[in-house]
């Protein structure tokens, strides 16, 4: 029974993570229609600059909310620099360029900073844990889950009863129409990927809490699960990306907890065999009948 | 004279109607030039710019697997580097020697038929070509079926599941650790020919009806289904025709690289063949062209480096890092400033006819619409205004 | 103000599609209070102009000039803001928002009470409304969403509103009602300029109207004289311009 109780404490909190990246990844992709393949590497510059900033002396309580900026101002960039140049370009066009954008980032890192990954001195409460009724849950887990229920809950908030919320839900169904209201939905672009700079930097936190190091290519797992959940989900809606990303860490605590132990390498491609499946039978991800509505409008 | 301009365009309108004709014309043009650079560097060349041009040769069999099902489909595909991952495991294993896999330093512990069996290159092409076409069947049936995003996304997870098993299935592939001891039967002569092959099968599925019908979802998926295309139906011969290609690329890829990881064929190769096809255009000849650019890039960044740019901060590590910087950097530029690629979607010789056409001069054909005076014409007659 | 005092002044305006010119060499008027009229087939460039005015569509030629200052080359969300608002072919509501938050997006930017101010004016003038307010307008009947679609534009408190093709794909019950509200809103001292096919509801509402064919004005003319013009059924079927005898 305990180790259910255990299970589950994982799941929520690696599903919040995995939540946290796929929302990040459908925002900009529900208001510009691309995949921004760069998204990993948003955490990968939150896990740096909080390397920065902790060789700087800059207390813990200031480190985590800096890193996130730091990541929002990345996004930014990222949207300024290679996004805006590509806006109305074909799909096609847009994901390659968003590949590209990831690989440069990569290698400017890998260049200016180096191969060897570098260690996170995060403070030690990251590694507590307490004891509930014989199960041991690590604060870490319990924060994880907390913060982004707080941070999703916010994020309702802020599409349902600010102008700006409504106004990049509107500009993401579109975006011609949007303008027609007089409202400059050219500047919601930027918004929209300070937000899921937000988001990163939010999930990078927790995410790189647990292995404590960053290198170059940090940003690749955190981008796959991500996306891959964000997919599941049915692109573009924000629902379905928190569900994909609860339902993809799922199905990896569920293979992890019941597949037999030699088998453990493989849950990677039983994870993704479940999801080439589950586009099979839904190509529009778990939120098809949502989308279908949309299109009806 | 005009009477032999005349006779050679009468030749020429008809090779290019029928389309077999122009398919093998073109993929005979292409390969001539191929040959020909080929045979100037295996003449003139020293010896790192014959191996140069031989693993361009390997690189480009596999950029034309993914032309081929890239172009035509329009479906960005991820995964074809898993085909050639498959291809080159399954020569290696076929073409070890026994007593080397029986050995400890490879895979005692597999079944009988494979540690039994050693071949050359062609039945080893063979074996591969047709694991390589089951995997695809199998993988195909169900990515073809999948629309917009969700193909690609579905391309990305075969990569991730291949990548998987080839790095973890121990009794068979050594899992994560490299494999050595390929014998080398690998040639440039031999990566020439397949690539010659690969180009004429890839001119000519172009072509073909199927290829054209492929092509037509590319451009409008509702329309090419209103008039009768089976997308599913399309896409899937383009898939397992183009992995096959792949694959055969993973073949040489072993007889030339003698050893190999599964982390050879992951997302650092994936990304190098998807510039390589999409920065020459979506033609075939693009595709060669696009993979020539590529590989003469990487090797003048290369030698660059070796001679040394020392610019600030850049240490020795530069070697790993410049070459994807610049090619991430040629892909954003090429996607914002001409992102159809250079040659667009036309074949080498396709370009000459298109560059008259526009020096002839454009004629407009002038609009049927009458004249009308002024902004319009008042209505006769009396009643008030 | 401009000359000879019109609202809206449209002078030799040419629109493309591409390289494809949709729109040729366009010149019309609106002056304040009128109801004017678009007419002309199915692309004739009725929508072309008005996605033109409002800013939807850059003009490669002419000049827009709207209560005396030059609008041409100004983005849409300014235009808006000035006083033009465009009810969209198709009526194009926010099928993932609530009717509220449509009309919310209607006010744009507003301040909450602007908002709440207008919100009210527009549940007195379509009723049907005020009972949906928190049902997503994808939901919506066609003749609901063209209401709302109106309603919608009209939050934004236009000077002058342009429709296209208020009445498609709607039926003749509903396309009553909807031209029955154009009336109102006219008797109320908005200046409108729609784009329509149904050249008999049309020319019933209408002050003045102008008829397209393959790009071109054809004709114009007051309502009640261009209904007897054979001319009006000559451009439709592209037959060619008569002049009357």
Redesign the interface.
Known sequence: MTEVAQHIVNWLALGSIYALLALGIAVVFSVLGL?NFAHGELVTVSGYSMVAFAIWGVPWALIIPLSVVASMIAAVLMERV?YR??RG?????????S??????I???F???V??RPESIPFPTWTQDTFEVGGVVIRTLDVLTFATTALLLALLLMFLRRS?RG??L??AS??F??????????NALIPGAFALSGLLAGVAGFFFLATASLVAPGTG?IPL?KG??AA?IGG?GSLSGAVAGGFFLAGLETLFQATLPDGTA??I??FT??I???V??VR???LRAERAA????? | MSAMAGGVRGIWSYTQDRWYLRALLGAALLSLILALVIVWFETYGTRTDQRVALTFLINLVAVIGFQVFMSNSGVPTFGHVAFVAIGAYTAALVTTPTDRKSSETLIPDAPGFILNTEVGFGPALVIALAVVALIAALSGSAIVRLRGGSAAIATLALLIIVRTVLGNWEQLTRGPKTWSGIPGYTTVWLALGVAVAAIFVARLFRESGGGLRLRATRTDELASSAVGVDISRSRFGAWVLSAMIAGAAGVLWAGYFLSLAPQDFFFDLTFVYIVMVIIGGTSVSGAVIGAGLVTLLTEAIRRAETQGIHIGPIDADQVFGLTPIVLGLIVLLTMILRPEGLLGRWELEEWPARTLRGLRGRRWRRSTARPVAGPANKPHGGGDT | MTQNGSLLLVDGVTARYGSTIAVRDVTLRVDAGEVVAILGANGAGKSTTLKTIVGLLRASDGRIVFNGKDITKLPPERIVRRGVTLVPEGRQVFGGLTVEENLRMGAGMAPTATFLDRRAQMLELFPVLSTKLDVFAGLLSGGEQQQLAIARALMSDPTLLLLDEPSLGLAPIIVERVFELIEELRSRGTTLMLAEQNVEKALQVADRAYVFSTGRVELEGPADELREHAGVEEAYLGLGVRDSA
Do not use: K, Y
């Open positions: 995949i290679a140049p590509l370009a074909p799909v096609s066009t847009t994901l390659l360029g590949l590209a954008l990831s690989i440069v990569q290698s400017a890998l260049m200016f180096g191969a102008v409504i106004a839900r509107a169904e579109n011609a129409v949007t303008r027609l209201m007089g409202i400059r939905a690749f796959l996306f891959i997919v692109l390498p493989f990677d491609a993704f065999g999801v080439i499946l586009l099979f190509p529009h991800g509505l949309v299109e009806r409008a």
